[in-house]
T-cell receptor
Framework: GENVEQHPSTLSVQEGDSAVIKCTYS??????FPWYKQELGKRPQLIID?????GEKKDQRIAVTLNKTAKHFSLHITETQPEDSAVYFC?????????????FGQGTELSVKP | EPEVTQTPSHQVTQMGQEVILRCVPI?????FYWYRQILGQKVEFLVS????????KSEIFDDQFSVERPDGSNFTLKIRSTKLEDSAMYFC????????????FGPGTRLTVL
């Protein structure tokens, strides 16, 4: 089955700096890679996702890159702001995502200091 | 924008009691999920449901757990005899189609077993 590893577990940056969170996955059939942001006590909110037919996707200050050969994908946040502080989870499906079971990484607690 | 809703937001129960957690998925979605998150840990898959039957379940989803879609809108998770270790946040999620499609999460039900 799919296994997702996420690093680092905690990340502290100064406001305005960039933050990078990395994930690796094991199932080569996985074709969809979402990133969720979870604020304390709240639901995971999708912030960006990438399908396996592209290598990079950008949405304003957030970007995700995917390397299918190496089986890793990364979240990049530029010009970080205090409201970016949250726990970020990567996820990958089991197989080709027909069933939809998502396997989550362990989470990265991002702290943006003003 | 339509959202997944869940009730109650917090449920406190005694060990051995039955609980039912309720979810209303997004109306045109066809795939439904339950996940759980123990405090401070990652989100874990419990079960997926499609076409009125379970598609897949994890090893956590033992005989004490069941799911049901009693009508066209609700999706429920029942725990027959709760254990202390069932204390967690339970998230319902739904997805419109199969394949590389987004899962949207509800706000969660915090279950506390005393």
């Amino acid at each position: 089955g799919e296994n997702v590893e996420q690093h680092p577990s905690t990340l502290s940056v100064q406001e305005g700096d960039s933050a990078v969170i990395k994930c690796t996955y094991s199932d080569s059939a996985s074709n969809y890679f979402p990133w969720y942001k979870q604020e304390l006590g709240k639901r995971p909110q999708l912030i960006i996702d990438i399908r396996s037919n592209v290598g990079e996707k950008k949405d304003q200050r957030i970007a995700v890159t995917l390397n299918k050969t190496a089986k890793h994908f990364s979240l990049h946040i530029t010009e970080t702001q205090p409201e970016d502080s949250a726990v970020y989870f990567c996820a990958a499906p089991q197989g080709n995502n027909q069933g939809g079971k998502l396997i989550f990484g362990q989470g990265t607690e991002l702290s943006v200091k003003p | 924008e339509p959202e997944v809703t869940q009730t109650p937001s917090h449920q406190v129960t005694q060990m051995g009691q039955e609980v039912i957690l309720r979810c209303v998925p997004i109306s045109n979605h066809l795939y439904f999920y339950w996940y759980r998150q123990i405090l401070g840990q990652k989100v874990e898959f419990l079960v997926s449901f499609y076409n009125n039957e379970i598609s897949e379940k994890s090893e956590i989803f033992d005989d004490q757990f069941s799911v049901e879609r009693p009508d066209g809108s609700n999706f429920t998770l029942k725990i027959r005899s709760t254990k202390l270790e069932d204390s967690a946040m339970y998230f319902c999620a739904s997805r419109r189609t199969s394949g590389a499609d987004t899962q949207y999460f509800g706000p969660g039900t915090r279950l506390t077993v005393l």
